[in-house]
């Protein structure tokens, strides 16, 4: 088959996902395109990449700078989406209150920003960051949240996940590119690289396994198997070679929440149990191996057949750690560690001098960027969502294990990588996902769950 055969039949599969999704007639507005789109450019590579592939050295493109047309492109959702939530007439007041430490990290963020080398890049920095939480507003504020969940997760994949084999299996020029140090390929499909495109399927994976469980009906689990087939083959091919173990570890942390969920049913001591062994002692031991890198995890990891320093994440968490975040307390400011002279001398600390963007360690890059104040403030917010989870685990065990599922993963897969303020990221954005809440009406009590628009203001 021809590259252009096979690319025009992947657009013509797309289209009839499309079809047969919109027939179904979820519960949700147009708005929800919005953040759809926003997913779809999330989990994608930047605008300017497509339009100009031969700088693909996406491993040297700063993502967080972005093009003028991405930009532009990402203005114009963020202004389309406030502008939406203005015309909702939410009732702002309520939404702080509910999320009072998503609210205070944001304003901590752009506070730092008067302590930044370079201001006015992270100040942009924090607005395309603002962008992901108008998006997630966008979502939770439809009348049925968790179908709209739903919904943008199933339609990026529609898009994402076909266009990444195609482009692997024929356009390999753009789907398939070279590790770090050259020495063999990797796939990348639609992203710029293997761990980015590991992430995507690891999102997917959790809402199409969680449907399989979900849905009765065999005719109405076809496509969910089609692309369960799909990412088994993507995050296996993105692991044949350096493996994006990451996201492979993240996703069956995820898919055992989905089954303790199915274990615990409606017991939500049980489920409670469960999140403080997973989410709160991953980030402990994530900050434990940092510090004191040696005897028994070296040990451990060597033991199982694993490369002790994580793929040379060590090294650079301890050139990252040496250069520092200048002020422990308060950090660098938002967006500034990996910018500028900062940068350059931690790339000249490493050995291969590869100019990593990231320390691939979330908790990490908050501290240098956000100081001790920001680790704090984040930890304050995943405690908060961690008890705020349980209740919505209460009233609708759905909803609350797809917050559990998410939050799970980005927390786990937050040790080796990093996500945690990165504008546009697919795992930021799926976090803040997790992390809103909408406060349930009384209304809910005596309707299905999540069924009502919230926060409509009296008359």
Request: glycine fraction near 8%.
């Amino acid at each position: 088959m021809s590259p252009q055969t096979a690319f025009f039949l992947c657009i013509a599969f797309i289209a009839l996902l499309f079809l047969i999704d919109i027939r179904q007639k979820a519960q949700v507005s147009h708005a929800i395109w919005l953040p759809t789109i926003w997913m779809m450019y999330c989990g994608s590579r930047p605008l300017a990449y497509w339009f100009e592939p031969v700088s693909l050295g996406g491993l040297q493109v700063d993502s967080g700078e972005g093009s003028a047309i991405d930009r532009t492109f990402l203005s114009i959702l963020i202004g389309f989406g406030v502008f939406i939530l203005v015309r909702r007439k939410l009732d702002w007041q309520r939404i702080l209150k509910s999320n009072l430490w998503v609210f205070i990290l944001f304003s901590y963020m752009v506070l730092s920003v008067l302590w930044s080398d370079l201001p006015a890049v992270s100040f942009k920095r924090w607005i395309r960051t603002t962008g992901d939480l108008v998006m997630v507003l966008l979502v939770l504020t439809e009348v049925d949240s968790l179908e709209a969940i739903k919904t943008i997760v199933r339609r990026s994949a529609f898009v994402l996940l076909p266009l990444s084999i195609i482009l692997i299996k024929y356009f390999r020029d753009i789907g398939v590119a070279y590790t770090e140090d050259g020495s063999t390929t990797m796939w990348t499909g639609v992203t710029t690289h293997k761990n980015v495109l590991g992430y995507v399927v690891m999102v997917c994976a959790l809402y199409f396994v969680k449907n399989i469980f979900t849905v009765k009906h065999p005719k109405k689990i076809i496509i969910d198997i089609s692309f369960l087939v799909m990412m088994l083959w993507l995050i296996f091919g993105t692991s044949s070679s350096k493996s994006s173990t990451t996201s492979l570890s993240a996703l069956v942390l995820g898919l055992g929440v989905l089954m303790a969920a199915h274990w615990s049913g409606k017991d939500l001591e049980k489920f409670r149990r469960f999140i403080i062994i997973t989410v709160l002692v991953l980030p402990l031991f994530a900050v434990i191996y940092a510090t004191f890198v040696g005897s028994p995890f070296d040990a451990a990891m060597g033991g199982m057949g694993r490369d002790t320093t994580l793929t040379g994440r060590t090294e650079i968490w301890s050139a990252a750690l040496d250069v520092g975040p200048g002020n422990p307390f308060i950090g660098r400011g938002y967006g500034s560690f990996w910018i500028g002279n900062t940068a350059e001398e931690v790339w000249r600390n490493l050995t291969y001098h590869t100019h990593f963007t990231q320390s691939h360690n979330g908790y990490i890059d908050i501290y240098l960027e956000l100081g001790a104040l920001g680790v704090i403030l984040l930890a304050c917010l995943i405690w908060s969502v961690c008890r705020n989870i349980g209740q919505t685990f209460a009233n609708d065990v759905e909803y609350g294990t797809y917050r559990m599922a998410f939050l799970s993963a980005v927390v786990m897969h937050n040790l080796t990588e990093s996500s945690y303020g990165r504008p546009t990221h697919l795992l930021w954005f799926m976090f803040l996902l997790s992390c809103v809440h909408i406060t349930a009406v009384p209304e809910r009590e005596t309707r299905p769950p999540l069924k009502v628009r919230p926060f409509l203001q009296p008359g």
